[in-house]
């Protein structure tokens, strides 16, 4: 062997051996394959998402010189499916008064006849925060890439006992049937949450309701609220100022790290917005994904007609690798979110385009899966892969009781971790896994039995998804209204290096987590269908495609596009 390749190899165990050094620029075994992310630098929220002239834009919160936050600009980039994405030049800059210490989240609006417009926040040369305009220089160009800030900023500002550092992150508007526009500003008053309404006939004179939309004592400050209509047949998603009988209201507001919405009548003439169950209410708590991903937003894809939600996901390394890696922060794959059947909770799926990457199927249906057994899913790429896979149960009766105690799902995922046995669970899948399982992220549910009833409960489990010591390695969890004496437990992970995005019963609940294994990488992750429970569980149906690279790509790199 040549003395270069001795040297190469000595120099690549050092690498690996070396924890944080095996993060750097050279070995990337986190950088993901078909999750959004920049070429380097920080991520954070979605902003102004839209569909405009056959293009989808995707804007975000970007420091353009670090893996940090700081010095916040909108970036841009663009796609023509919502999978493979070309990166544009940055859209805003904090280069003006009314925004020189950042141009923080915001939406986008069509404005009658089609021009999109985006409404954002300004963190002003006093800090204070304040909602500004920009609008496209040039709309024929369909890729929309130069951007103006209008002579009016800033337009609403913190006035009228709003506090400065409380007041941001505007929604897309919405006209109301008087021709007015309607949009909500994210604030903190008196230590809570409140969603403050503004009206303007013109987009540039705006004034404040004397009634917020909504607010609750039960939260703190309300970030990037979202406010969209759904249809309650369920079935496509709804332009945002359409209002009729047969629609629902979603309000989203993120605060303590999750993304919370609530479900209720709104009436566009009186704007009264009337919720079925409200934030945190009798321990009601809708959230969008009871894992990691925050500050997202949704848009109307006209194109489609649908309402796609985007979400950003936070790392869960120290500031310090991310540094070392160079980058921090994805968004979620793109999901369609629509009304359940129940119309008392949203469904989320992938979107359709996400399955152009399948690729090397794997597929069996009826293997039974006896209690303390595990069954590797062999012959797709692990470390990037999309797995369905459905469950029946046939001891329903064997179930434990549940404890009327369990109240907070999460903390009893953490309690009841994949090792711990039950009779009808833990069973679902274990990714990410080293071939001695010493690595792995269980995503999983359990049954149990109250009264007339079954719980389901589904969990990630990420107590032992790295040997890394320094991660945040938190369990997450929730329960899905599945009733499995009628209904097999399905669920599809979609596993990228460093992210696995569940959705259990066909979208009811959604967990997201980062992972950052230390052995379990690229060709060295395994994946499993696990059963720990005491009783047999059945796989009815088990489908896994190896996921093939989208092309996130600068404007000037762009190879040929995806042919299939
Ligand atoms: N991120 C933005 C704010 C928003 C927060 C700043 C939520 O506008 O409230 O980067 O993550």
């Not at 070396?18 to 993060?23: C, E, I, M």
């Not at 002579?151 to 992150?169: A, K, Q, W």
């Not at 489609?304 to 500031?319: C, F, N, P, V």
């Not at 720990?532 to 040929?560: H, P």
Request: hydrophobic content about 35%.
């Amino acid at each position: 062997m040549e003395t270069s390749s001795v040297l190469v190899i000595v120099f690549c165990f050092l690498l690996l051996g070396n924890g944080v050094q095996s993060l750097s620029m050279e070995h990337q075994p986190y950088r993901t394959g078909f999750h959004f992310q920049p070429p380097r630098n920080w991520m954070n929220d979605p902003n102004g998402p839209m569909y405009y002239k056959g293009v989808y834009h995707l804007f975000y919160q970007y420091n353009p010189y670090a893996a940090v936050w700081g010095n916040i600009t909108w970036a841009h980039s663009i796609s023509y499916d919502l999978v493979d994405w070309i990166h544009l030049e940055n859209a805003l800059s904090p280069d003006d008064p009314f925004d020189i210490n950042g141009c923080w989240s915001g939406s986008a609006t069509f404005l009658t006849g089609g021009k999109p417009v985006v409404l954002y926040t300004g963190s002003d040369t006093m800090k204070h925060q304040v909602q500004n305009l920009a609008e496209p220089k040039n709309l024929s160009d369909p890729l929309l890439r130069e951007w103006v800030k209008s002579s009016h900023n800033p337009l609403m500002t913190p006035v009228d006992g709003i506090e400065p550092e409380f007041f941001r992150d505007p929604t897309t508007a919405w006209q109301g049937p008087d021709g007015l526009w309607r949009v909500l500003v994210g604030n903190r008053m008196d230590g809570h949450g409140w969603a403050l309404l503004y009206r303007s006939r013109d987009f540039i004179t705006w004034t404040r309701s004397k009634e917020p939309l909504h607010s609750s004592t039960r939260t703190g400050m309300w970030e990037c609220p979202d406010f969209y209509p759904v249809s309650v047949d369920g079935k496509e998603g709804v332009d945002t100022s359409s209002f009729d009988d047969s629609t629902k209201h979603v309000l989203k507001a993120s605060f303590n790290d999750c993304d919370h919405y609530v479900l209720g009548n709104y009436t566009p003439v009186t704007d009264n917005y009337s919720v079925d169950t409200d934030f945190l209410e009798n321990g009601s708590d809708l959230r969008y994904d009871y894992g990691n991903f925050y500050a997202s937003k949704t848009f109307f894809d006209g194109g489609k007609k649908r309402r796609i939600l985007w979400g950003w996901i936070q790392e869960a390394d120290s500031t310090t690798n991310d540094i070392e890696k160079g980058w921090s922060g994805l968004q979620s794959v793109p999901r369609s979110i629509l009304l359940s059947k129940t119309g008392k909770q949203l469904v989320q799926w992938p979107v359709e385009e996400i399955e152009k990457l399948r690729t090397g199927n794997v597929s069996f249906e009826n293997k039974k899966l006896e209690g303390g057994s595990v069954l590797e899913v062999s012959g797709i790429t692990p470390s990037q892969a999309d797995v369905e896979v459905s469950f029946d149960l046939s001891n329903l009766e064997e179930a434990e009781l549940m404890d009327p105690s369990w109240i907070d799902p999460q903390l009893l995922c953490r309690q009841k971790t994949a090792p711990v046995r039950g009779n009808i669970g833990p069973f679902g899948i274990l990714a990410f896994a080293s071939k001695d399982m010493t690595e792995q992220t269980a995503i999983f549910f359990r049954v149990f039995r109250s009264d007339d009833k079954h719980v389901v409960l589904m969990c990630s489990d990420q107590s032992r998804s790295s040997l890394r010591e320094g991660l945040k390695k938190e369990t997450y969890g929730t329960f899905i209204d599945i009733d499995p004496l009628h209904e097999k437990i399905s669920l599809r992970s979609l596993i990228d290096h460093s992210i696995v995005e569940s959705f259990g019963g066909d979208g009811r609940a959604c967990i997201t987590a980062r992972v950052y294994p230390k052995s379990a990488i690229d060709n060295q992750s395994y994946l499993y269908a696990f059963n720990n429970g005491t009783f047999d569980v059945n796989i009815s149906n088990l489908n896994a495609w190896s996921m093939k690279k989208a092309q996130i790509v600068s404007s000037t790199k762009r190879r040929k596009p995806h042919l299939d």
